[in-house]
């Protein structure tokens, strides 16, 4: 518990006290307890950004600003895999540890959780490609005034969530492709002030899915991640590269079981007879998430300033025989920011 000081505080602490914790545990989170080490709740940096914005004093106390119902783990059901999840799940910084009697044994964070393995994946080397250039049209009219990147969630723009789920597995290196209103979005990151890097490319012309990645000349790692600017995951990025890499893949796509609800009446006729009628049926299905592993020659299959989708690049993989792999996860790990409904269910779930 001494060594792991800059993870508490207490009740009547102040939001400036919390906040230098915060920055010194980089957990994003502290644990709130007692004298006697009971648990009192969870207060995160987004606790403390949403007070702020409401113009809460920095020198009042966060009595009632944390959360009186964290979730926290019996210290006699500790499980690393579960644990895993959970951090996966929910984006947590930190997770305190309690006995049966409610007080606090220890916290366990992110960094105990992942980093043990960034000797065998040190995907900080690894870089991200994120295309960020689409106009936005499933999002209009939020899209008429923000370009959708900039939309913001929960006062935060949608590629900032995206890209800071990627830093909590360490990825620092970002390519972002860009063309509608570029000069905003490039204005935008280039005040943020974050312990990551941005190189921007911004497409001659509109290119398509994967057609700007032609242009992304800096990229170091031999395998790369390619993801779109509005869909985020909450996966355990250090599987999918040990997948990638195992399978000796040239391209793995990340994949997922959907159900899809058909709104009418599903008739199956014979001729102009009705055979049979059914209401409303369910159809299963695999779904291309747009996430992908590849390996850096994938860039030599691209045509120069040519507009290029990324299905027509897997085709061409697939033509060519390039070995590709899918990486299948759960339906619930990840939302598409892109569509309405989704974007309203973030805004609750984030």
């Known amino acids: 518990m001494k060594t792991q000081s800059n993870l508490f505080v207490k009740k009547s602490d102040t939001i400036k006290k919390a906040i230098i914790k ?27 950004q949403k007070a702020l914005l409401k113009k809460k004093n920095i020198n009042a106390s966060i009595n009632s600003l944390y959360n009186q119902n964290p979730i926290k783990i019996n210290i006699k059901k500790i499980n690393k895999e579960k644990i895993s999840k959970i951090f996966i799940e929910g984006q947590y910084g930190a997770l305190p540890v309690v006995d049966s009697r409610n007080v606090v044994q220890k916290v366990i964070t992110w960094s105990h959780i992942f980093n043990s393995r960034q000797d065998k994946f040190d995907l900080k080397n690894i870089d991200v490609v994120i295309m960020a250039g689409g106009k936005g049209e499933r999002l209009k009219p939020f899209t008429e005034i923000l370009p959708k990147p900039l939309i ?65 000349k800096k990229i170091n ?71 992908y592993f590849v390996k850096k020659e994938i860039i030599k299959l691209l045509p120069k300033n040519k507009k290029f989708e990324m299905t027509e690049l897997i085709e061409k993989c697939l033509k060519l025989k390039k070995k590709t792999g899918v990486f299948q996860i759960s339906a619930d790990s990840w939302t598409d920011l892109g569509q309405m409904s989704d974007l309203k269910k973030a805004y609750k779930e984030i």
Do not use: W
């Not at 970002?174 to 890097?197: T, V």
């Open 22 to 48: 915060i920055r010194s545990n980089g957990t994003r989170t502290v644990v709130v307890i007692d004298n006697k080490k009971n648990l009192l709740g969870t207060l995160t940096e987004g606790d403390i």
């Open 152 to 216: 913001p969630i929960n006062s935060k723009p949608m590629l900032e969530h995206i890209i800071d789920n990627f830093t909590y597995f360490n990825f620092c290196k970002f390519h972002l492709i860009l063309n509608h209103q570029a000069n905003l979005i490039k204005s935008y990151f280039q005040l943020e002030n974050k312990n990551y890097k941005i190189n921007f490319i911004k497409e001659p012309k509109p290119l398509g899915t994967a057609g700007g990645i032609f242009f992304a």
């Open 221 to 291: 790692s031999d395998n790369f991640i390619i993801t779109n600017c509005d869909t985020l995951f909450k996966i355990d990025y250090t599987k999918f590269y040990d997948f990638h890499k195992k399978n000796d893949n040239f391209i793995t796509l990340a994949v997922s079981k959907k159900q899809h609800t058909f709104p009418y009446g599903f008739c199956k006729l014979k001729l102009n007879n009705l055979i049979s009628i059914e209401e409303k049926p369910k159809f299963h299905f695999i779904a291309n998430t747009g996430l």
